[in-house]
């Protein structure tokens, strides 16, 4: 798999629900074997690819990331400007 392929996926699970868990991303992805796909972080954090992210953020220019609860959703009117929230 891409990683254009692994952010179709992605978008593909963000529009059935209008929300994805970065952890449901993650580790859909690493059982895939690539650390492009994904890996661990310094901090032992299971993360999406960088490549993945970059283009899945090109796909979904009008959602953004719950940092606290780490999910992407749809944006909404009160939403501050910016990716994160």
Excluded: I
Aim: with cysteine; hydrophobic share 40%.
């Amino acid at each position: 798999m891409t990683p254009q392929q692994a952010a179709e996926w992605m978008l593909e699970q963000f529009e059935a629900k209008r929300f994805l868990y970065q952890e449901e991303a993650a580790s859909h992805l690493f059982h895939l074997h690539d650390e492009a796909l994904a890996y661990f972080d310094a901090s032992g954090n299971l993360c999406v690819g960088k490549a993945v992210l970059a283009e899945f953020n090109k796909m979904t220019s009008d959602a953004v990331y719950e940092r606290a609860d780490k999910f992407w959703r749809d944006r909404l009117p009160s939403d501050m400007p910016g990716r994160m929230q």
